[in-house]
């Protein structure tokens, strides 16, 4: 098949473009995406939703104290940018205006683009967003693209090799088909369209991903079989790093691309705007790419594809063919390199290559920060066996050189901040972590990952099962563990004996309330461990905490009185990670000094108490626990 070239056709209020492989029909000047013809369908997008409502980008919002307000972004002129034979990119720009007055103007210039290409199948979107010095101040809570697909014909969604199934049609989650639990999200399909999904339970959370464990994610249609993915050949222009949960699909079917959000966190995570802050960030590009085949039997294959076309794409970044000035080519970037080394006395003599670390260049600055920085853009590699990393293709500017390693707490921050410049290739001197540590191990419980995966997770009721979870990895994905812990221990809270207990069997993965008729009560865990002898001084409790949610901690040694309470925090965390079936939130390092005077030779025990009662959703998931000796 020869390439066939672009071709641009405008009317008064919308355009068309077509390559041959794809054809776009896009409202003027708004820049919201209507129709897609690919395959010989005329449109994949779904029909039944409004027309100015099929492919859009969104956006929540706020005032400084204000009220959430959510809005589509519609642009107010339309620009031809760049047109020839092979190559168009269009423009929907919208201006902030301050001579314009009112509380429901968003202060923030946007700047939709599409790109499409001859012999490619599938475009390319992206925004540039601007805020110049008379912008009043505002917090920017989320930034997505969503498409709305053909909901007749796209019935099967791909996210992983393991996460692909058939989803619920819209219509079942409506009542008489669908019935909503106490988690708004959660609907409990009743009696769907497709009856072999009865009894399970549908939950647009239970489909999220890491962003450095994504990058390629939609669906497949059943006639004719087509398949449409969002594809993200980087992730440097998402908020929060690599951790950061994001949505990717749900019942709809409703296709995602998240730029900014604060699901798992918090508002902590919304980016906040001063009065005359000047900011500019391009989000994205990301590649919409569409595939297809004749043959049933070959389906799957469209998934096999579109995970090579995401290392196709992966391969280009940064793109050559992007016309702003605000998104820079390989030639305009830099990178910096190194070796990372662990050095923990109680562990090794010797400095430790940091293996499989995740190191990054981000705009916080403070330790963790980067979790939260929903500004500017984050670079994160992983280290080889050896502890070496190159971070390449950086946006000029000045970082924080930040890391964590699997196997060791706390974050590491580089004191001196790395400035990038164009063309700059940076090579540090060897650099050294020194986790926190006082003393040697007594104990410990856990793996510090960041998660809490390596804890008890209960089989879900099968009253609210999704199939998809059954022997799986991510089981705790299910709707309702939180209650399950009740089940697990109907009479007595968790006790955990050092020597003797399984994390895996009897470490609960999230410390919840304990449901008694139909009240929920604080709950209080046990740490049982023996001590040959108790050397003077202070001993140290490392908390690595994965998510929390609502949550008092106290921690009690020996005796529940306010003379043994070593460690009190309240209110902690609203990551949401206990009811949007997550392992991990926001990861937060707690330390709690316990003098030997409250120890005994013999027997000890910690209490750790979940002191917040009357809420089921509530709770604390541990990484990691520790207790040292005194330092010698």
């Known amino acids: 098949m020869s390439m066939k070239n672009v071709t641009l056709i405008t009317q008064p209020s919308y355009i068309t473009i077509d390559n041959g492989f794809v054809k776009l029909t896009i409202s003027k000047p708004q820049g919201l995406l209507t129709a897609i013809k690919y395959g010989g369908v005329e449109n994949i997008l779904d029909l039944k939703s409004n027309e100015l409502n099929r492919g859009y980008w969104d956006i929540n919002w706020n005032l400084p104290g204000g009220h959430n307000r959510y809005q589509l972004l519609r642009g107010s002129e339309y620009t031809v940018i760049n047109y020839s034979n092979n190559h168009l990119e269009v423009s929907f720009k919208n201006t902030y205006n301050p001579s314009i007055r009112g509380t429901t103007l968003l202060p923030l210039t946007f700047d939709i683009r599409y790109i499409v290409r001859s012999g490619v199948s599938g475009f390319y979107c992206y925004t540039i967003c601007e805020r110049s010095d008379n912008c009043p101040a505002f917090d920017l809570a989320q ?42 999200e959660s609907v409990l399909l009743v009696n769907p369209i497709n009856p072999d999904l009865k009894g399970e339970v549908d939950d647009k959370y239970q489909y999220s991903m890491d962003n450095k464990d994504g990058g390629v994610h939609g669906w497949i249609s059943s006639d004719p079989i087509i398949g449409f993915w969002i594809i993200f050949p980087s992730q440097e222009f998402r908020n929060g790093g690599p951790t950061k949960q994001n949505l990717t699909v749900h019942t ?56 090579k076309q995401r290392l196709n794409q992966e391969s280009l970044w940064p793109y050559d063919f992007v016309n702003s000035q605000y998104y820079l080519t390989d030639k305009e970037r830099g990178s910096v390199s190194g070796r990372l080394f662990v050095q923990d006395r109680f562990i090794s003599s010797s400095l430790l290559p940091a293996k499989s670390a995740f190191i990054g260049l981000s705009a916080a600055r403070t330790e963790g920060s980067w979790q939260l920085e929903s500004k ?18 950086v946006v000029p500017g000045i970082y924080g050189l930040h890391g964590w390693i699997p196997g060791f707490v ?45 804890y008890y997770v209960p089989d879900v009721n099968p009253m609210y099962v999704n199939k998809l979870f059954l022997n799986s990895p991510e089981k705790f994905r299910q709707y309702g563990l939180w ?49 040959k002898s108790v050397t003077v001084g202070t001993y140290k409790l490392r908390l690595a905490i994965a998510s929390a949610t609502r949550s008092d901690l106290e921690v009690h040694v020996n005796e529940m009185n306010a003379e043994q309470l070593v460690f009190q925090v309240t209110n902690l965390g609203a990551d949401n990670t206990v009811c949007r ?14 003098s030997s005077t409250l120890l005994v030779n013999g027997d000890n025990c910690i209490f750790l108490t979940q002191a917040r009662g009357g809420d089921s959703l509530c709770g604390i998931l541990y990484d990691y626990l520790r207790l040292e000796a005194p330092p010698t």
Not at 148 to 154: A, T
Not at 376 to 393: L, M
Not at 427 to 453: C, H, K, L, S, V
């Open 483 to 531: 209650d399950r812990y009740t089940d697990v221990n109907p009479k007595y809270d968790q006790v955990f004996t050092i020597g003797v207990s399984d994390p895996k069997k009897d470490w609960f993965f999230a410390h919840v309330d304990r449901r008694i008729g139909e009240k929920y009560v604080p709950t209080t865990w046990a740490i049982r461990f023996s001590l």
């Open 376 to 393: 500017g853009y984050q670079f994160w590699v992983n280290t080889d066996s050896d502890g070496n990393f190159t971070i390449k293709n």
């Open 252 to 307: 709809g079917p409703a296709c995602l691309a998240m730029f900014h959000g604060s699901h798992y966190i918090g508002n902590e995570m919304s980016a906040r705007f001063e009065q005359g802050e000047t900011w500019t960030k391009v989000l994205g590009p990301v590649f919409v790419y569409l595939n297809s085949t004749s043959v049933v039997s070959n389906a799957y294959n469209l998934w096999l594809d579109a995970k």
């Open 410 to 454: 706390g974050d590491y921050l580089k004191q001196e901040l790395i400035t990038i410049s164009q063309g700059s290739e940076i090579q540090m001197e060897n650099i050294t972590y020194a986790p926190p540590r006082d003393g040697p191990t007594i104990w410990e419980i856990g793996f510090a990952d960041r998660t809490a995966q390596d």
């Open 143 to 184: 930034t997505r693209m969503v498409f709305k697909l053909h909901r007749d014909r796209f019935h099967y969604m791909a996210i992983t090799d393991e996460k692909q199934r058939v989803m619920p049609m819209p219509d079942d989650l409506l009542p008489g088909r669908g019935k909503q639990l106490i988690v708004p």
């Open 581 to 594: 079936h997550g392992i991990h939130g926001l990861y937060r390092l707690f330390s709690a000094d316990i």
